[in-house]
């Protein structure tokens, strides 16, 4: 056999002096042998390194491969690696294998991920995804069997299960607690685009926060951005207001890194801040950074453990999960606001 190349069926065929069908057989325990030749089969395959080709096998047969697809919209960020971890902590106890690929947000590039996926014929399917994506093409695939969820969004022209964060919620017990500490002008820098679903369902906890307190919704103190240097300039932007917020709320943590950035830039220690996900290091930032924080492990095995449930036959209903968040206050969020500054009378 030349070298560095990988070992065949033939050639551990060749090694022990049977055919390839008979080696298949004992790989594949589908046909008759003695413990003799399998006893010799087994020793060439280690002796030669040989991997059996598990994807061509399957697709030969006709059965499922034993991996699981998941789809993220950027391989970057830490929320969906620790997502991913959740996942494969759930699969590998049932000998599955996590394979993951990055949408980069483009319908046209997750749509083609899902379809090498599907080539493969992976157990399941997860799905994180990209804006404007159209997932109806799952429509047949589902129906067949495969278990399809989706995370942190739902998705689109398909009913399936979804597990997502308690965004609302989350962001309206932040911004309340803004509320409590005297804020009434609070920025909020969302992601973009508007119309993603986390960022629709983050403003609507603000504006819930604010209608309950009482306070004016002000269209100026709302902006969005997809990136830290984005979120850095529009943190420019709100505190050049004529009446600027006191405190800003980051729709996530990519945001929240360009506000912190900003704000250091500018040495402005006066501003009271809160993050919708928490960030490595938040609690030694100066000031420690209040966040509410989602939980992508436990999203992940959610959905892990969901799918594994329609694996095995679970036909019931699909549904939405959420997963609580939590508030974690450190001392950004207990900036007060400053008093405001009392007006000169003139003679």
């Given at each position: 056999?030349a070298a560095?190349?990988?070992?065949?069926?033939?050639?551990?065929?060749?090694e022990?002096g049977?055919s390839a069908?008979?080696?298949?057989?004992v790989?594949?325990?589908?046909?008759?042998?003695?413990?003799e030749?399998?006893?010799?089969?087994?020793?060439?395959?280690?002796?030669?390194?040989?991997q059996?080709?598990?994807?061509a096998?399957?697709?030969?047969?006709g059965?499922?491969?034993?991996?699981?697809?998941l789809?993220v919209p950027?391989l970057?960020?830490?929320f969906?690696g620790t997502?991913?971890s959740?996942?494969?902590?759930?699969v590998?106890?049932?000998g599955?294998?996590l394979?993951?690929?990055s949408s980069?947000?483009?319908p046209?590039?997750?749509?083609?991920?899902?379809?090498t996926f599907?080539?493969?014929r992976?157990?399941?399917?997860?799905?994180?995804p990209a804006?404007?994506a159209?997932h109806?093409?799952?429509k047949a695939p589902?129906?067949?069997?495969?278990?399809?969820?989706?995370?942190?969004?739902?998705?689109?022209g398909l009913?399936?299960?979804c597990?997502v964060s308690?965004?609302?919620?989350?962001?309206?017990e932040?911004v309340s607690?803004?509320v409590?500490?005297?804020h009434?002008?609070?920025g909020?820098?969302?992601?973009?685009?508007?119309?993603?679903?986390?960022?629709?369902?983050r403003?609507?906890?603000?504006?819930l926060?604010?209608?309950e307190a009482g306070?004016?919704?002000?269209r100026a103190?709302?902006s969005g951005a997809?990136?830290q240097d984005?979120a850095?300039s529009?943190?420019t932007a709100?505190?050049?207001?004529?009446?600027?917020p006191?405190?800003i709320?980051a729709?996530n943590n990519?945001m929240a890194?360009g506000?912190?950035?900003?704000?250091?830039?500018?040495?402005?220690?006066?501003?009271?801040l809160?993050?919708f996900d928490?960030?490595?290091?938040?609690?030694?930032l100066?000031?420690?950074?209040?966040?509410?924080?989602?939980?992508?492990?436990?999203?992940g095995?959610t959905?892990?453990?969901t799918?594994l449930?329609?694996?095995?036959?679970d036909?019931?209903?699909?549904r939405?999960?959420?997963v609580?968040?939590r508030?974690?206050?450190?001392s950004?969020?207990?900036?007060l606001p400053?008093p405001?500054?009392?007006?000169?009378?003139?003679?």
């Amino acid at each position: 056999m030349a070298a560095n190349r990988r070992p065949t069926l033939a050639d551990v065929a060749k090694e022990v002096g049977v055919s390839a069908k008979t080696v298949s057989r004992v790989l594949n325990e589908d046909g008759p042998s003695s413990p003799e030749t399998r006893e010799r089969v087994l020793a060439a395959v280690a002796k030669l390194g040989f991997q059996p080709n598990l994807m061509a096998r399957n697709i030969r047969v006709g059965g499922p491969d034993t991996t699981v697809g998941l789809v993220v919209p950027d391989l970057g960020n830490p929320f969906f690696g620790t997502v991913a971890s959740g996942i494969e902590d759930i699969v590998r106890s049932r000998g599955l294998t996590l394979l993951m690929g990055s949408s980069a947000e483009d319908p046209d590039r997750e749509k083609a991920l899902i379809q090498t996926f599907l080539a493969r014929r992976v157990s399941m399917l997860m799905v994180v995804p990209a804006f404007g994506a159209d997932h109806s093409h799952l429509k047949a695939p589902r129906a067949a069997g495969l278990p399809v969820v989706f995370l942190d969004r739902p998705g689109v022209g398909l009913s399936a299960d979804c597990v997502v964060s308690s965004n609302r919620t989350g962001v309206h017990e932040g911004v309340s607690h803004l509320v409590a500490r005297g804020h009434s002008r609070i920025g909020f820098i969302g992601d973009l685009p508007a119309k993603l679903y986390t960022r629709r369902e983050r403003l609507a906890g603000y504006r819930l926060a604010l209608a309950e307190a009482g306070l004016p919704y002000d269209r100026a103190l709302v902006s969005g951005a997809h990136s830290q240097d984005g979120a850095a300039s529009e943190t420019t932007a709100l505190l050049s207001l004529p009446d600027p917020p006191t405190a800003i709320f980051a729709g996530n943590n990519m945001m929240a890194l360009g506000v912190i950035a900003q704000l250091a830039r500018a040495r402005r220690k006066d501003i009271a801040l809160i993050t919708f996900d928490d960030l490595p290091l938040a609690e030694t930032l100066e000031p420690a950074l209040t966040v509410v924080a989602q939980d992508p492990a436990t999203i992940g095995e959610t959905a892990a453990k969901t799918a594994l449930a329609r694996l095995d036959g679970d036909h019931s209903r699909v549904r939405t999960i959420m997963v609580p968040t939590r508030l974690v206050i450190r001392s950004s969020s207990e900036l007060l606001p400053r008093p405001a500054e009392p007006t000169t009378a003139r003679n």
